[in-house]
């Protein structure tokens, strides 16, 4: 039986120890704040669910194994200058950046991108933490202390947030999920819905930019691409070196979960093409309690990640996977009241976007 690690032991880390046990891959998620010593064998596969980690004895164990997989991806990810860098080498579109630097004023960067702009930090960063929009009407200025540790975006006009999956082997065969839809609320995403007709023509876009960064990264594993599509353009908002929460849904609506195959990758098991099943929209649980109502919505897939329950915190989430359009809206109505008033915007968002 062949034996995988994971840096981290959050929901990914689980979820990726579910996919793991049909192939009879023994999956270990280490917790980032374990300091035991790990008893790895030459021949163990590394893997990880986020991009950085604590020092500790478990984590430099697993860091330093040969069998560290994309281990030099990590590193140059999780830094958006570095991560913008190589993107901008490679040609690829994004929103206009820049490092903030020491002696730069908001008014340098309203002259260079307009009246709003994004301040995200180089790394760390997840659910819109750590970002704020300098709104030139109101004269917000950069915090004291964030000069080089924050980059500058100019505000996108998007039309609507889209993303990709892509899964790559050590041979260089990748496949790709279709484009999700996906719905933020407050910097955080509320719902994705996947796959979708009106944007099929993105889709071989999408796949040469994500296969352009796997190839040019020597990639192994799953890799999300996060995208604006502005008209039939796409920017590259972000990247994540692992397994993504617009790729839940594959849970239910893929004959291969992007978790299986970020884990068929790692093992170097054959990866096959995933098939879409059904029509799916997921929706993440965020800040509420759990509710054994939802267990009774007919197609209701629950993932509850038994984490403590704070406002903004991703608890879990809920796929629907369903062939029958008018059984989907009617179950996501069902959810609607359940979750309350701050979900009322994107479970309208995704009525309307599935009504025919
Ligand atoms: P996560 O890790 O949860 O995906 P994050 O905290 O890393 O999020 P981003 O994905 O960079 O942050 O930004 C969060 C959201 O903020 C985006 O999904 C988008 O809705 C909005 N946003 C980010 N950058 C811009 C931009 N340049 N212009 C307009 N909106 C933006
Ligand atoms: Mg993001």
Known sequence: ???????????????????????????????????SHL????????????EQWPTTEATDQLAAHSNFVNRDVFGLVADRVTQKQMLDRLQLPTAPWQLVELGQSAKDLHKAY????????????????GQLWLQQDLGTSIPEGWHNKVIAEQAIGFDEELSVVGVRNRAGECFFYPLALNHHQEGILAVTIAPLDRVQHLQAKAENMLASIMDDLDYVGVMAMECFRVGDELLINELAPRVHN????????????????????????????????QQS??????????????LAIPGAEVFWYGKEVR??????HINFALADRNQLISSLQTLKPMLGEWYAGPMDWA??????
């Open 1 to 35: 039986m062949s034996r995988v690690w994971v840096l981290g032991a959050g929901q990914l880390g689980a979820m990726l120890k579910h996919a793991a046990q049909p192939l009879g891959v023994d999956l270990v998620a280490v917790d980032i704040e374990d300091d």
């Open 281 to 294: 929209v997921m929706v993440n649980l965020i800040g509420v309690d759990y509710d054994r109502r939802w």
């Open 246 to 277: 617009s790729g839940h849904w594959t849970q239910a609506g893929a004959s291969i979960s992007q978790f299986e195959y970020h884990v068929r990758a790692i093992a170097d098991l054959p990866l096959g093409p995933a098939v879409v099943k």
């Open 311 to 316: 406002p903004a915190r991703k608890v879990g």
């Open 351 to 356: 009525l309307q976007e599935l009504v025919p």
């Open 39 to 50: 008893n790895l064998a030459a021949e163990d596969m590394i893997t990880a669910e986020r």
């Open 114 to 129: 307009g009246e709003r702009v994004l301040l995200k930090q180089r790394s760390g960063g997840f659910d819109g933490r």
